[in-house]
């Protein structure tokens, strides 16, 4: 694969590097860990590779039935891990179409969804890491494709414009929001003095059903995705990684690629933008 041939980071690890690789000697005992869209690709690799290490994980997933056959079978390799099914969902490059709740789909899932998540859990977080005394970590997968964003960011003013609206711009849009989103909770955070981190990654160009939505791109990945892309066990490291790996406590507010920290585009590190998409996106859940 053209990934075997990067060469490692400050890290010591690569974009060849798997989940387990990164996880070697990790005992992730006494963690709970919630992975949305953990029912195929890289979330169900990282919900693997997160059991193993002795983490109790909360699987997050669209498909229920795919969600049970990802449990069943890492309860099969690993009887003692612990998963509770919820829904969730993800997408990419779709459509243009509405949420239930009237916003455009892939804002919505992408950003708002696990937004509202995040902000459902985040009391809780805050009480589980003071009184249990252990770091508490939120991690956002993002994308490389932040940088292709619309030249504004965000389109505040025209999240449901439909006759603007551009299918890799609005999947670049809700993957900057991921980047702002952990940069906005680290500040607010640190605020609290809660020992919370918040990062956000790009886990790699994967070979997964991600491209289901673009028929063209779907048939190129096809034929040329495993020559050139990762398999989901290097997709899933970086996720590994940021939550588990002792290099990253303390950390926050940090963009990662390849499990090393990685640059983001200047947007992504905009601080009133940030604000400014924390306001937005508490209105739109209340």
């Not at 989940?19 to 005992?29: F, Q």
């Not at 977080?125 to 997968?141: F, H, L, Q, Y």
């Not at 919370?196 to 779907?218: C, D, E, M, Y």
């Amino acid at each position: 694969m053209v990934w075997s041939f990067s060469g490692k980071g400050a890290s010591g690890f690569s974009s060849s590097s798997t989940a387990l690789d990164v996880t070697h000697g990790i005992d992730a005992t006494g963690l709970t860990a919630i992975v949305t869209g953990a029912s195929s690709g890289i979330g169900a690799e990282t919900t693997r590779v997160l059991a193993l290490r002795g983490a109790h994980v909360i699987m997050g997933v669209r498909n229920m039935a795919a969600g049970k056959d990802v449990k069943e079978a890492i309860l099969k390799e690993i009887p003692s891990a612990k998963n509770i099914l919820i829904n969730n969902a993800g997408i990419f490059a779709c459509p243009f179409s509405l949420s239930k709740d009237s916003i455009e789909l892939q804002f919505a899932t992408n950003h708002i969804g696990h937004f509202l998540l995040t902000n459902l859990l985040l009391d809780n977080m805050k009480k589980t890491a003071r009184d249990s005394k252990k770091e508490g970590k939120i991690v956002n997968v993002s994308s490389v494709s932040h940088r292709f964003s619309y030249p504004e960011g965000i389109r505040f003013d025209k999240i449901n414009d439909q006759s603007s609206y551009n299918n890799w711009h609005a999947y670049g849009q809700s993957k900057l929001a991921n980047i702002l989103h952990a940069n906005e909770l680290t500040r607010r955070l640190k605020q609290d003095g809660v020992d919370i981190t918040a990062n956000s990654l790009h886990p790699g160009g994967i070979f997964t059903n991600i491209f289901r939505h673009n028929a063209a791109v779907k048939g190129v990945v096809n034929v040329f995705g495993r020559l050139v892309l990762k398999n989901v066990q290097q997709g899933a490291a970086t996720t590994c990684y940021v939550a588990l790996h002792p290099q990253v406590k303390g950390i926050s507010g940090k963009y990662f690629c390849d499990s090393n920290m990685a640059k983001a585009a200047p947007l992504a590190n905009d601080p009133d933008l940030a604000k400014r998409l924390w306001d937005f996106s508490i209105n739109l859940i209340q």
